[in-house]
């Protein structure tokens, strides 16, 4: 994978923000242009390749420094940035590039990418998986107002998807609002009243 070309660092993530990247970074923003005039089928196959790729090298890069720790092992973008440059709606990269720029106080930009997820066919693959990854990594993270955002949008494109109702149940339950988190438990399909409640409280 090509190194980052700017030279400036952020403070918060140690790493500028991906929507700057995308116009200050000359690979990244050669990337975005190249792959746009690209048919789907093209750009979501390199954008799957690139992905792949940088997983493995931040692998790569992370048992290098094990072995040696004082060396310089640059591992370049952060994982998912290079295929969502190449393309802009592939899930897992906004996954990844969203959580990174949420966890490292970017958190505007981060929300964005994650809410898009949202805004995706749910015929996308591992759409369902995808999405409540994004819902459990904002509760985890302690954004329990985001999380439901996040649930509320994709229930009104999966309405009883058990994922999203039980996502939901149980950011709710977290917050202690039970009486909030009641249609959640009402929805979940052919359970119990106590089967439903135990479901949603277990937290998954």
């Known amino acids: ?33 190249e792959y746009a005039r690209r048919p789907l089928s093209e750009r979501r196959a390199a954008a799957e390749w690139a992905y792949d790729e940088a997983i493995a090298n931040s692998m790569f890069t992370a048992a290098l ?23 802009p709606e592939y899930a897992p990269a ?3 590039v969203g959580c990174y720029e949420y966890g ?18 749910p015929r996308t693959p591992d ?18 107002d985001n999380a439901c955002r ?18 939901l149940g149980w950011v709710l339950c977290r917050v202690g609002q039970q009486a909030e988190a009641l249609p959640s438990r009402k929805r979940l399909p052919r359970l119990p009243t106590k089967a439903r409640c135990s479901t949603i409280m277990a937290g998954r």
């Open 104 to 121: 490292t106080g970017r958190k505007r930009q981060g929300m964005d990418l994650l809410f898009q997820l949202t805004e995706l066919s």
């Open 150 to 167: 996040v649930y509320q949008a994709a229930l009104k494109v999966r309405p009883d998807q058990l994922e999203f109702i039980i996502g």
């Open 65 to 87: 420094a094990r072995v040696d720790p004082d060396g310089d092992h640059q591992a370049g973008w952060p994982a998912g940035f290079a295929a969502l440059a190449i393309d």
């Open 94 to 96: 906004l996954l990844s």
């Open 1 to 33: 994978m090509p190194k980052s070309s700017t030279g400036s660092e952020s403070a918060e993530g140690g790493c500028p923000a991906f929507e700057k990247l995308l116009i200050e970074d000359q690979d990244l923003s050669a990337l975005r242009t």
């Open 127 to 144: 759409w369902v998986e995808i999405v409540d990854k994004a819902g459990s990594f904002l509760v985890n993270f302690g954004a329990h």
